[in-house]
Each structure stands twice: as C-alpha cells, then as structure tokens.
C-alpha cells in the first residue's frame, strides 16, 4: 500500500520519530571515535561525521526507537578548550527505525510534503528546541536531491545555555530509515548560517559515505 505524508498527522509523526531522541542533546564530554556502528531496527548503520569531527561518547544512545550521537570537535573532546575548535560547532545524528514513506513512495515528494508541515505551528513546535511554536521560525528551506536541509530560529527557552538560536536541521534516509542531522553552533563562535549548512552538508556526505546502498 502506497503511504504519503501529506496528511498532517503522519508528517508529525516523522518529525517525532527523527527528532525525539535528540532530546538528550548536550555540550560535549568524554572523547571517542570518529565513527560508531548501531543497529537500528536489525540493521547496522555507521555514524560518521567531518574530517576533524569524533563522538561523544557519553551521548551515544541506542533504544528500540532508534540511535542518536552527538559529535564535535575531536581535540575539544580530548580536554582542550573551544579556542581550537575547526567549527565552532557540535553535530548530532538521530536515526530513527522508520524510514519517510511507506512502499511505492516518492522520497523526494515525501520531502516535499515534509517542508511544507514544517511551516505549520505544529512543525515549528517540533522542529525548535524550546517544545512550543512560539518564537520558532523557519527562515529557509533547501531541497537537494533526497535530503531536505531547514533553517530553524528559535526564540523560546533553551534547554542549553550558550547554543545559537539558528541552526540547520537535515533530514535524509540512510538504509530504509530516517536521519535527523543537525548543526548545534555556539553563540561565541560566529558560525554564520552558511558556514552552518556546509558543515552540515559535509555531515550528510559523510553519513552516506560511510552507509552506501
């Protein structure tokens, strides 16, 4: 059976699915690798970032529900301190076990229809960081090829302190299931959006390297 989002209810439910478990999002802690491997749903998907980029370790979280890491600066993550890092920014991944459509969809209609729920209040809610629709709003939104990138500012209440209030979101599928890719830049680092979407391009290129169909 042919499954679309265009219906608002399941556009909700991919957002929830990509971006529920980036609820643990944090400032970096104890270093790690550059890359990890986690089962999602039966089927191993590698995390990878940028060259210059390794896990945090204490971040990395596999549930029923799918993975989620989140990535900086390898010599931030070592002990050294934000003077040295490449990015001025941290990445996070959420893969969730659901993929964007059901048999038979379009991928990039699905992205399509995904965008457009995005700018509704329901999706600005879920796309913020602060859980309410109030003060979030997206300023652009980019379609290449089967990745859709989104330019969120939010306004509300930050559940970190010190975080840029815009930021990139990316969503893509990698091996049938949904990735939530993101660009957490801090507000003393001067990540300018462009900067912010390169990286965060650079982030995708190396997520599908590393997961070829």
Do not use: H, Y
């Not at 859709?148 to 990139?168: H, N, S, T, Y």
């Amino acid at each position: 059976m042919s499954m679309r989002i265009s219906d608002r209810p399941r556009a909700a439910a991919l957002l929830i699915a990509g971006l529920a478990l980036a609820a643990c999002e944090g400032l970096p802690g104890a270093g790690g690798p550059s890359r990890a491997t986690v089962s999602v749903a039966g089927e191993p998907i590698v995390i990878a970032g940028p060259p210059g980029f390794c896990i945090d370790r204490e971040t990395l979280n596999v549930s029923d529900f799918g993975a989620f890491a989140l990535m900086s600066d390898c010599a931030l993550l070592a002990g050294g301190d934000r003077s040295g890092v490449i990015s001025g920014a941290a990445l996070t991944a959420s893969i969730s076990s659901g993929g964007l459509g059901g048999e038979g969809d379009d991928p990039v209609q699905s992205l399509a229809d995904l965008a457009a729920f995005a700018q509704t209040g329901e999706g600005r809610a879920m796309l913020g960081r602060s859980g309410s629709a109030n003060g979030v709003r997206i300023l652009a939104t980019q379609q290449r090829g089967e990745v859709l990138f989104v330019l969120v500012e939010d306004r509300g209440p930050q559940p970190i302190a010190g975080v840029d209030r815009r930021f990139w979101r990316a969503f893509l599928e990698v091996k049938d299931r949904m990735a939530v890719l993101s660009v957490l830049g801090f507000e003393d680092a001067g990540l300018d959006p462009q900067a912010g979407l390169d990286l965060l391009a650079a982030f995708v290129a190396a997520l599908q390297r590393a997961n070829p169909a």
